[in-house]
């Protein structure tokens, strides 16, 4: 079994900060790929920013330039710093991983329950 428990989401005026982790734990032979993104009412689910084990980063467009995906493969977590933060940006933030449980399985996506983010004009 794999959990992905998230924090740091909340409320935030324009132009400020929030940090989000994602610690994964239970059986972990190996994290491959591991990203946030997110969702609004009524529209699907997007990338925000994933990262590779070896920390080859993507961004999508909206968030070029005020977030920063991070890992820490010791600690199995992953982080988004996200800065100038605009109403935008407000929306459920889900963390994701590719988890291989052992040596032998294959690989699957696991996701986090969702941090709400919020921010205000």
């Known amino acids: 079994q794999v959990q992905l428990v998230e924090s740091g989401g909340g409320l935030v005026q324009a132009g400020g900060s929030l940090r989000l982790s994602c610690a994964a734990s239970g059986s972990l032979f190996s994290i491959n790929a591991m990203g946030w993104y997110r969702q609004t009412p009524g529209k699907q689910r997007e990338l925000v920013a994933a990262?590779?084990?070896?920390?080859?980063?993507n961004y999508a467009d909206s968030v070029k330039g005020r977030f920063t995906i991070s890992r820490d493969n010791a600690k199995n977590t992953v982080y988004l710093q996200m800065n100038s933060l605009k109403p935008e940006d407000t929306a459920v933030y889900y963390c994701?991983?590719?988890?291989?449980?052992?040596?032998?399985?294959?690989?699957?996506?696991?996701w986090g329950q969702g941090t709400q983010v919020t921010v205000s004009s």
């Open positions: 990262i590779t084990s070896s920390g080859n980063t």
């Open positions: 994701n991983a590719a988890v291989k449980a052992t040596r032998f399985s294959p690989e699957y996506d696991y």
